[in-house]
């Protein structure tokens, strides 16, 4: 496979049914944009064969509903696949700008003494510069519904907590490294926490499940504590 961008990509079989496309190993916005082409690609080209498909940051893997008869064929194919990746000028259908309210008190901030001490920032400081830029959708991993978001601003990047919390309350938004997110579902987290949104991340009722997908944008807007219940927040723990 020859492209012309530095890193070499890679098609990798995890086992029988599952294959790893690597398109890169450094999170940037030209390598989220291929991943989402080959999902894309992928999802048309082997719709009758596939179960499921999960991006992330720097891959894409692929799980078969069955094994192939022919191992070596679809190595090549998939490997076409990619070349056709690289060879495209990623001119793709821009994904939808969603806004999402987040309440930034402290009293659901757990985290906010944490974060001014990391970013020598005061917490209104902090608040302000995570919603003046829109975040990209580049996985949804860990549990149903958590989207990783990224990439924030260098000012209030805050390394993620020594010791996870127990139980993260569900809508939680936080920070880790250059990234930001909401928890979807009560869960253990290490994430630290700046506010807390309204907005179910996963909801099994819908159609849809989530407000997110891979390739959004996503824009936090402050809103006060009454529109913050008013829209169904909680403000406990659970």
């Given at each position: 496979?020859?492209?012309s961008n530095r890193y070499q990509p890679r098609v990798e079989q995890i086992d029988e049914r599952n294959w790893l496309l690597r398109f890169g190993d450094q999170i940037s916005e030209e390598c989220a944009q291929r991943v989402q082409l080959a999902e894309q690609l992928a999802a048309a080209g082997f719709a009758e064969?596939?179960?499921d498909l999960v991006?992330?940051?720097t891959t894409l893997l692929l799980s078969f509903r069955m094994p192939s008869s022919d191992r070596r064929q679809l190595k090549i194919a998939l490997e076409a696949l990619v070349q056709e990746v690289f060879d495209s000028s990623l001119e793709l259908n821009e994904g939808n700008l969603v806004h999402l309210p987040v309440y930034y008190g402290r009293?659901?901030?757990?985290?906010?003494?944490e974060v001014e001490l990391q970013t020598g920032l005061s917490f209104e400081r902090v608040c302000e510069l995570?919603?003046?830029q829109a975040y990209r959708v580049y996985a949804i991993g860990f549990a149903p519904g958590f989207a990783y978001l990224g990439t924030t601003p260098e000012e209030i990047r805050v390394q993620r907590k020594s010791t996870p919390r127990l139980?993260?309350?569900r809508g939680s938004l936080a920070l880790a490294d250059n990234q930001t997110a909401i928890y979807p579902a009560v869960s253990p987290g290490?994430?630290?926490?700046?506010?807390?949104?309204p907005i179910k991340m996963i909801d099994w009722q819908s159609d849809s499940l989530m407000p997110l997908r891979t390739g959004d944008k996503v824009l936090f807007e402050a809103i006060n504590k009454a529109d913050f219940l008013r829209l169904g927040g909680c403000l406990d723990a659970a």
């Open positions: 496979m020859s492209v064969q596939l179960y991006p992330a940051y009293e659901v901030a757990l985290d906010w003494a995570h919603q003046r139980s993260v309350p290490g994430w630290q926490l700046i506010g807390r949104s």
